[in-house]
T-cell receptor, first 108, second 110 residues
């Protein structure tokens, strides 16, 4: 049983498309994180949120605490957005749980 | 300000050999974590240190030991490497629910 589930596992999009990655979790949380991992590269934190919505450039993250669900949206996708996107949550005991990631490929 | 650094970046070991993975952060954070990442699985916590001088087991601690040498450094030791420990290892420095990851160490045990 995974505390954090992501969908889809793999996603291929054409450049310019609007992309949505979903995350559901089953534990009580104090924060939810979206991380980005480029092939062979390190892991970068994109967003941390505990309610509502955050926007950074073409990336938007939303969370619905009642439904225990979050979405990461990418507008006007670009090949450089190709990466693995990981959803993680911090529970009320400050433990981190990670999803298995969504592998995104954006084709020019 | 280098953030979180890890050494080495790559390592190949034979079964039974030992090695230490090094991690250092310059952000003055109290908490540091060691994870492993395997294909098809999420990051899994090996050990963590909530503050200098303290360490605790995570989800997959067997076969590993850690040392929190000082506030900056948190090392991970494999005493007798096994092929099941082939993985990518990430160190993270943690504050206020934010995590800052090192670049990772790719370890292969043959």
């Amino acid at each position: 049983k995974n505390e954090v589930e992501q969908s889809p596992q793999n996603l291929t999009a054409q450049e310019g498309e609007f992309i949505t990655i979903n995350c559901s979790y089953s534990v009580g949380i104090s924060a939810l994180h979206w991380l980005q991992q480029h092939p062979g590269g390190g892991i970068v934190s994109l967003f941390m949120l505990s309610s509502g919505k955050k926007k950074h450039g073409r990336l938007i993250a939303t969370i619905n605490i009642q439904e225990k669900h979050s979405s990461l949206h990418i507008t006007a996708s670009h090949p450089r957005d190709s990466a693995v996107y990981i959803c993680a949550v911090t529970n009320t005991g400050n433990q981190f749980y990670f999803g298995t990631g969504t592998s995104l490929t954006v084709i020019p | 300000n280098a953030g979180v650094t890890q050494t080495p970046k790559f390592q190949v070991l034979k079964t039974g050999q030992s090695m230490t993975l090094q991690c250092a952060q310059d952000m003055n954070h109290n908490s540091m974590y060691w994870y492993r990442q395997d294909p098809g699985m999420g990051l899994r916590l090996i050990y963590y240190s909530a503050s200098e001088g303290t360490t605790d087991k995570g989800e997959v601690p067997n076969g590993y030991n850690v040392s929190r040498l000082n506030k900056r450094e948190f090392s991970l030791r494999l005493e007798s490497a096994a092929p099941s420990q082939t993985s990518v290892y990430f160190c993270a420095s943690v504050t206020h629910y934010e995590q800052y990851f090192g670049p990772g160490t790719r370890l292969t045990v043959t």
